[in-house]
């Protein structure tokens, strides 16, 4: 069981938004940065947003993120074929003293 | 560009050890914080350990603590991670990451293309 929560998976038919979701608490999202990573197929996963909804070069504005309190969320619009596969959030845990991951979201485009 | 090249990745026997090696390039390696991620077949992500970029302090996911130990050579450019007592549950893809400070608190911004490590008789 992830510390993180996020709905094992969701879909969305070519350009249409699709939104994940990602519940923590005090101590990892309420109080640090969220991080978000995609993972396609087969390969190993790469930074898509950090803090204050920043994306990496390369990354489509397509993709965006926001915070409130202990929870997190992660859009894609204009849903694309190429934007199947597994997303994860991640935050540092002042509880753990580690890092924590959400189970992982996978998106589907049907 | 920034380059993370793990190596070691292996068969082993339970209750056996291993050291896995990541070589990193295309950055001031000293100034980052480090730190390893793992993923068994058809799973999730799992944070394993990290360290700061001096390499003086380490912090590690309760499943692993007492049993593996991070460590850096911050004079080759190289992260660490030694893994002892190996179970089966420790079998996985080990990928080695940078983080984005020194300290830990930070998150992951490159990931390299990880090692697989088996445990098994």
Do not use: H
């Not at chain 1, 101590?27 to 930074?47: D, E, F, H, M, R």
């Not at chain 2, 799973?43 to 350990?49: F, H, P, R, S, T």
């Not at chain 2, 003086?56 to 049993?67: E, F, P």
């Amino acid at each position: 069981q992830s510390v993180l929560t996020q709905p094992p998976s969701a879909s969305g038919t070519p350009g249409q938004r699709v939104t994940i979701s990602c519940s923590g608490s005090d101590s990892n999202i309420g109080g640090n940065y969220v991080y978000w990573y995609q993972q396609l197929p087969g390969t190993a996963p790469k930074l898509l947003i950090y803090p204050d909804n920043q994306r990496p070069s390369g990354v489509p504005d397509r993709f965006s993120g926001s915070k409130s309190g202990t929870s997190a969320s992660l859009a894609i619009s204009g849903l694309r074929s190429e934007d199947e596969a597994d997303y994860y959030c991640a935050a540092w845990d002042d509880s753990v003293t580690g890092e924590v991951f959400g189970g992982g979201t996978r998106v589907t485009v049907l | 560009e920034v380059q993370l090249l793990e190596s070691g990745g292996a068969l082993v026997q339970p209750g056996g050890s291993l050291r896995i090696s990541c070589a990193a390039s295309g950055f001031s390696f000293t100034n980052f914080g480090m730190s390893w991620v793992r993923q068994a077949p058809g799973k999730g992500l799992e944070w394993v350990a990290a360290l700061t970029g001096s390499g003086t302090r380490t912090y590690y996911a309760d499943s692993v603590k007492g049993r593996f130990t991070i460590s850096r050579d911050n004079s080759k450019n190289t992260l660490f991670l030694e893994m002892s007592s190996l179970r089966g549950e420790d079998t996985a893809v080990y990928y080695c990451t940078k983080r984005t400070r020194a300290e830990p608190g930070y998150g992951i911004d490159v990931w390299g293309q990880g090692t697989t490590v088996i445990v098994s008789s």
